[in-house]
């Protein structure tokens, strides 16, 4: 049997600075520090924006020499008694492995469920990798399990973790920082990110089948489509014009009852989506191709953060210098693009201004609610050092897939980018392609 996920806890990324990481998902992205845990050799940071939560840690390697030389972040860090009951808590990443990957990652995706033994018994039994075996977390305010699954899908784990016996507000083993919660909610007027929307790995070619299998079979997630025109088989293509992607859609039910076999269907809650995507060989190198390059494994390329008005979060996060890719300007003067804008209630002006793109939904829900459903999305410049991992804004008016319209012209608005950046950086690559060969995963495998 399948572990069912109650829902998506929180997404971790390993990056060799910290705190410019974090810095950069307060100042521009107006994410909130709320939590941090720092020892003499690991700093993770938690950051919240709505239900999104984001865990920046620092790689050991580097980072364990500017940890010594700068805990600023409060004095009495190791006041926690969380790891009591473990094995060497200070030394590593708490919910987490400390991957000693070589380049800024976005590597776990941490899931909540209902029981970390007993999920972990029965993918055990499925032949799931498992990279921490059930471990115990406490401090004052309760009780926390978990268990590291490593995934299918190249560097990506997944961290189960059981928060019910706990009543703290994060997890144990983390200081929290009071916060004045007027600001927070002032902020969040101009800035309605309330959730994350999706998350898409980049994979290699002909691996979809597999992946999907993973997890429909380990965690019982459920393919969707995202086009009326998609084939069973063949997921979506886009194979033309210069563009070369296959994308496939999978989603799962926020469960909240042990041992059910199905979510019910009356109560069905769809979390946090899953897109894969692999590129054609037809159509030449683009940005799936360059992600797999550049993160030197398959991954997470982005991740869509929901906002329930993208118009001013893009201004908010555009002022703050946030950097967007913008679609060519043609794109909101064509008669019927205009037309299209205005129709659902938007002005082509304002989003050309910050390069929003709107795609028309006339398959989906207009069968079910009577009203045509539209989305609205955006795509931010990479956000790390190497041009892999970026950040994704999106508004849904009743549309649930990622429209075709969208994907072409957001597909062309980075490749343009990724050609420019490989101009200038021609003999960088040589010398990354060398070090490829070894990938520099390496799991702390339990005994
Ligand atoms: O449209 C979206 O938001 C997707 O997530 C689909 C997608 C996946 C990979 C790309 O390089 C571009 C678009
Ligand atoms: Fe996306």
């Not at 059930?134 to 899908?153: A, L």
């Not at 009326?228 to 070369?244: M, Y």
């Not at 398959?298 to 869509?304: E, K, N, T």
Request: contains cysteine; charged residues 25%.
């Amino acid at each position: 049997m399948a572990a069912y996920l109650s829902r998506l806890h929180h997404i971790s990324l390993h990056v060799s600075n910290a705190e410019k990481i974090a810095n950069d998902l307060v100042s521009k992205f107006k994410f909130n520090l709320f939590a941090t845990r720092l020892t003499d050799r690991s700093r993770q940071l938690a950051l919240r924006k709505g239900a999104a939560v984001f865990v920046v840690n620092e790689r050991a390697n580097e980072g364990s020499v500017r940890l010594n030389e700068e805990l600023r972040y409060s004095a009495d860090s190791h006041r926690v008694n969380a790891g009591k009951h473990n094995r060497d808590h200070r030394t590593k990443c708490l919910y987490d492995v400390s991957p000693h990957y070589s380049v800024d990652t976005v590597s776990n995706v941490c899931f909540e469920v209902e029981d970390v033994e007993r999920s972990f018994k029965a993918l055990r039994h499925l032949g799931c990798n498992f990279l921490v075996p059930p471990t115990t977390v406490q401090d004052q305010s309760g009780v926390v399990t978990y268990s590291v699954v490593k995934s299918i899908v190249g560097n990506v784990c997944h961290t189960l973790i059981d928060r019910t016996k706990y009543e703290g507000s994060f997890l144990p083993g983390f200081d929290v920082i009071e916060k004045d919660c007027n600001l927070e909610e002032e902020e969040d007027m101009s800035c309605p990110v309330t959730h994350f929307d999706h998350i898409t790995y980049a994979c290699p070619r002909k691996t979809t089948h597999q992946v999907m299998r993973w997890y429909e079979d380990f965690f019982g997630f459920q393919r969707f489509f995202i086009d009326s025109n998609e084939d069973l088989d063949e997921g979506f293509v886009i194979n033309q014009e210069g563009i070369g992607l296959r994308l496939t859609a999978m989603e799962y039910w926020k469960c909240s009852k042990v041992g059910i076999t199905l979510p019910s269907l009356d109560k069905k809650e769809p979390d946090c989506k899953f897109v894969i995507a692999e590129s054609l060989p037809e159509q030449g190198r683009n940005q799936v191709d360059t992600f797999l390059e550049k993160h030197r494994s398959p991954g997470i390329q982005h991740i869509g953060l929901y906002t329930e008005d993208i118009v001013s979060t893009a201004h908010a996060m555009a002022e703050a210098g946030v950097q967007f890719f913008s679609p060519p300007h043609t794109y909101y003067t064509k008669v019927g693009k205009q037309q299209e804008i205005e129709e659902a209630g938007h002005n082509p002006q304002m989003l050309a201004q910050h390069g929003i793109l709107l795609d028309t939904d006339l398959h989906q829900d207009s069968v079910v609610t009577d009203s045509i459903g539209y989305l609205l999305q955006v795509f931010t410049k990479p956000i790390f050092a190497e041009d892999t991992f970026f950040l994704e804004l999106i508004e849904r008016r009743g549309a649930k897939g990622f429209g075709e319209g969208n994907i072409k012209a957001l597909w062309r608005s980075v490749q343009a980018h990724m050609e420019n950046e490989r101009g200038d950086s021609q003999g960088e690559e040589s010398t990354k392609s060398v070090q490829t060969a070894q990938l520099l995963v390496t799991p702390e495998l339990f005994n």
